[in-house]
């Protein structure tokens, strides 16, 4: 089955830089990478996703890239504030097949 | 507001008790799933149903049982718990077609077995 890794564990930038959460999968058949944030006592949002006909998608802030040879893909957050402080999950799939989760990056934006 | 609701948001129970997680989901979603996300470990998938027939069912232990009576509705009966199944509980549903496979998260249930 898939297997998900995600890097770092844990994240502390100060407001204004930008910060960059890494995953790796397993299979290469899967196709779609969404990302998810979950603040405190709430349950995860997703926030932005890709799928394997497109390297790169941005939203805002927000910026997600994939290498589907390496396969690994990577969100990018660019002036950070300190409302992006969460736990960023990214997760993947192929077809049909329920979504593979990484454990979590916890992202501590300081003012 | 996700879209899925999940009542209770806060539940305590003795491990003696019997008690029910309720999901709803207004998405027109057929596809509904149980996590589990406790401290120590990532996020755990539970069941999946799909157009209300279980098709996934991750080795829960019998005392937890899902029940899906139709696309939009989605509980899980509780019975017998042990201290360790603390925890919060996460209601998700998503779409099928060629639009991938996006699932939408509840809120949860945070659950404290004493």
């Known amino acids: 089955g898939e297997n998900v890794e995600q890097h770092p564990s844990t994240l502390s930038v100060q407001e204004g830089d930008s910060a960059v959460i890494k995953c790796t999968y397993s299979d290469s058949a899967s196709n779609y990478f969404p990302w998810y944030k979950q603040e405190l006592g709430k349950g995860p949002q997703l926030i932005i996703d890709i799928r394997s006909n497109v390297g790169e998608k941005k939203d805002q802030r927000i910026a997600v890239t994939l290498n589907k040879t390496a396969k690994h893909f990577s969100l990018h957050i660019t002036e950070t504030q300190p409302e992006d402080s969460a736990v960023y999950f990214c997760?993947?799939?192929?077809?049909?097949?329920?979504?593979?989760f990484g454990k979590g990056t916890m992202l501590l934006v300081s003012p | 507001e996700t879209g899925v609701t999940q009542t209770p948001r806060h539940l305590v129970m003795g491990m003696t008790n019997k008690k029910s997680l309720k999901c709803e989901q207004h998405?027109?979603?057929?596809?509904m799933y149980w996590y589990k996300q406790s401290a120590k470990k990532p996020l755990e998938l539970m069941f999946v149903y799909s157009l209300e027939e279980r098709v996934e069912n991750n080795s829960v232990p019998s005392r937890f049982s899902p029940e899906c009576p139709n696309s939009s509705h989605l509980f899980l009966h509780l019975h017998t718990l042990q201290p360790e199944d603390s925890a919060l509980y996460l209601c998700?549903?998503?779409?099928?077609?060629?639009?991938?496979?996006?699932?939408?998260f509840g809120e949860g249930s945070w659950l404290t077995v004493v």
């Open positions: 998700a549903s998503s779409g099928q077609g060629n639009m991938g496979n996006t699932i939408y």
């Open positions: 998405l027109g979603h057929n596809a």
């Open positions: 997760a993947a799939s192929r077809g049909y097949s329920t979504l593979t």
